[in-house]
């Protein structure tokens, strides 16, 4: 169990950085916050899983990104930039966690969640995986909403990051159904090969 003093160290951190550094936002969205969103959406995914493992899903959804509190958030771009680049800033990010829960209570604990979800094996860490690439649907929706033209492609973009990963065709549905609401075109070929597969899974 974590301590307060550790609780508080963790929210100063992360509360500060913030993402989509290269992209101009009404309400620029904070790690913190968007912590606390992709644990909401993990939890909603994982509600037919074991207790262990929606417990585990939420841990990670929790700290996945808990190196930013060293790093601050590196956009993808840069992470995908080379095959040299994502081993050395991957190298760096574990030597971040590894200082962060150093002293923490249960800090290994913690560090064994990280390490589970970067490695993306598990069906628990391809729950919470989704669960990140679908939160950044929410931020940009409201920005969509104050009239910030540049969420259109982010959200774009997430829905064909998705490709990547299996997901339920009816959170794909759910989540095209959401976005066409406000207007915002999504590849209706894209959104029926994937979404009707039958052997999409949660995960």
Known sequence: ??????????YRRLRTVRRYSTVPCVVP?????HLWLVSLIALNMSKDLSAESR????????FHDLEEGISG??????????????????????S??????????????????????????SEEAKIAKVADIISQTIPMLTEYDMGNSYSEAIISNMVSHLKDYRCSKDIMSEIIELIRSKGININESFRYEWANDEASASG
Do not use: H
């Open 55 to 62: 417990l585990k899903v939420l841990s990670m959804a929790l």
């Open 29 to 33: 969205e904070d790690v913190a916050s």
């Open 96 to 121: 971040f966690v590894d200082s962060l829960t150093a002293n923490m209570n249960n800090g290994n604990n913690i560090k064994d969640i990280w390490n589970e979800y970067k490695e993306g094996e």
């Open 73 to 94: 958030d590196i956009i993808y771009p840069v992470k995908r930039f080379s095959p040299e680049v994502k081993t050395a800033l991957d190298n760096a990010s574990q």
């Open 1 to 10: 169990m974590l301590g307060f003093k550790d609780i508080e160290n963790i």
